[in-house]
Antibody, heavy 116, light 107 residues
């Protein structure tokens, strides 16, 4: 069965960077793009960006341009999202989500807390 | 960026009620719309894609309709497990945006 398993919760100081991983299983990793979406408490989900897992091409939301990098390791069936220059407003749950005319499978979420 | 607006923000209903949620896009997205259900502390659950196609395993009481800029999600007979927050999402082009959500609560 399809599973997306993310890395654990992180606590970071303002200005630091965070890298979250998402390991896929149960399907051929390079068949579907992978998105990253974040959700602050009580807010709507917010799209961060996505990666074509085959070619490695990426697209990012304008809100995160210059601060976010999405990569993948095909041999490990794992996607990564790195966010730099963290600020308190980046505190949220970060999800990876497979793309299949919408996002059909989601990771369990990774809470990233930014606090001094 | 394409903006998505849902109404209502909160909906109070009883088991067995027919429930309808509306989602409007700021520009035409054809039928590139999905619906999700989310419960507290959980990831969104995929319900409907391409505006009206039911994801495998989703109960048939859920249905979607619409195209262009106006879309609806209908629950024909609300069940206890359906009390949750529902989001629409557009996926026209490379970016994605979500509506602000509709919380379906018990009357």
């Amino acid at each position: 069965q399809v599973q997306l398993v993310q890395s654990g919760a992180e606590v970071k100081k303002p200005g630091a960077s965070v890298k979250v991983s998402c390991k896929a299983s149960g399907y051929t990793f390079t068949t579907y793009p992978m998105h990253w979406v974040r959700q602050a408490l009580g807010e709507r989900p917010e799209w961060v960006g996505w990666i074509n897992t085959g070619s490695g091409d990426t697209k990012y939301s304008d809100r995160f341009q210059g601060r976010v990098t999405i990569t993948r390791d095909i041999s490990a069936s794992t996607a990564y999202m790195e966010l730099t220059g963290l600020r308190s407003e980046d505190t949220a749950v970060y999800y990876c989500a497979r793309d299949k005319t919408g996002n059909d499978y989601w990771g369990q979420g990774t809470l990233v807390t930014v606090s001094s | 960026d394409i903006q998505m607006t849902q109404s209502p923000s909160t909906l109070s209903a009883s088991v067995g009620d027919r429930v309808t949620i509306t989602c409007r896009a700021s520009e035409s997205i054809s039928s590139w719309l999905a619906w999700y259900q989310q419960k507290p502390g959980k990831a969104p659950k995929f319900l409907i894609y391409k505006a009206s196609f039911l994801e495998s395993g989703v109960p048939s009481r859920f249905s979607g309709s619409g195209s262009g800029t106006e879309f609806t999600l209908t629950i024909s007979s609300l069940q206890p497990d359906d009390f949750a927050t529902y989001y629409c999402q557009q996926y026209s082009g490379y970016s994605r945006t979500f509506g602000q959500g509709t919380k379906v609560e018990m009357k």
